[in-house]
């Protein structure tokens, strides 16, 4: 089944212990995106690849990292969590060759900073 | 201001009603998705149009490249059509970069 799955679905830290929110999708995809998604505000961009080793910026990228080592995997880090990064988060994915550009997300993480 | 703008931002309809959700954007785009968030939170793309129409069973989707909008329409809703409906502009080619509007929480009352 083509999907795209993030790890954990919930996490509750505290202020300055750095997680990884894990994201993977099976459909060999060049395209990963993750997205953070607030109340009032909607769904932003944190960051995107175009390929292996190929990230950049999105519009809300301060207090991220990310990496694609694989093209399968596409892992958030945040190095020291802040309570203003307690949000739910999306990863998605997409085809650059085939043609059809249509974005398949993830499940969705819910992180909490206290 | 946001670069993409949504209305109406809420919207309640009595079953088999036609809907149209509406999306008008200031910047210059490659293309334009359309997103359904379900009640419980998972997001599902419904369309990506670059120009014209697009269509799947009661969804339509229709962009203006000039006038800078678009539009999502459901023929016949039904309650389980009730969703967040977003759109998202695209800058670049090949989904570079994203800016979404802040969605139409929809209803619709059997």
């Known amino acids: 089944e083509a999907q795209v799955t993030q790890n954990p679905r919930y996490l509750i830290t505290v202020t300055g212990k750095k997680l990884t929110v894990t994201c993977s999708q099976n459909m060999n995809h060049e395209y990963m995106s993750w997205y953070r998604q607030d109340p009032g505000l909607g769904l932003r961009q944190i960051y995107y690849?175009?390929?292996?080793?190929?990230?950049d910026k999105g519009d809300v990228p301060e207090g991220y990292k990310v990496s694609r080592k694989e093209k399968r995997n596409f892992p958030l880090i945040l190095e020291s969590p802040s309570p203003n990064q307690t949000s739910l988060y999306f990863c998605a994915s997409s085809s650059l060759t085939s043609g059809n550009y249509e974005q398949y997300f993830g499940p969705g993480t819910r992180l909490t900073v206290t | 201001k946001n670069e993409v703008e949504q209305s109406p931002q809420n919207l309640t309809a009595q079953e088999g009603e036609f809907i149209t959700i509406n999306c008008s954007y200031s910047?210059?785009?490659?293309?334009l998705h359309w997103l359904q968030q379900h009640p419980g939170g998972g997001i599902v793309s419904l369309f990506m149009?670059?120009?014209g129409k697009k269509k799947h069973g009661r969804l339509i989707a229709t962009i203006n490249i000039q006038e800078k909008h678009s539009s999502l329409h459901i023929t016949a809703s039904h309650p389980r059509d009730s969703a967040v409906y977003i759109c998202a502009a695209v800058s670049g080619f090949g989904n570079e970069k994203l800016t979404f509007g802040t969605g139409t929480r929809l209803t619709i009352i059997p």
């Open positions: 149009l670059s120009s």
């Open positions: 910047v210059g785009i490659s293309a």
């Open positions: 690849s175009m390929n292996v080793e190929v990230t």
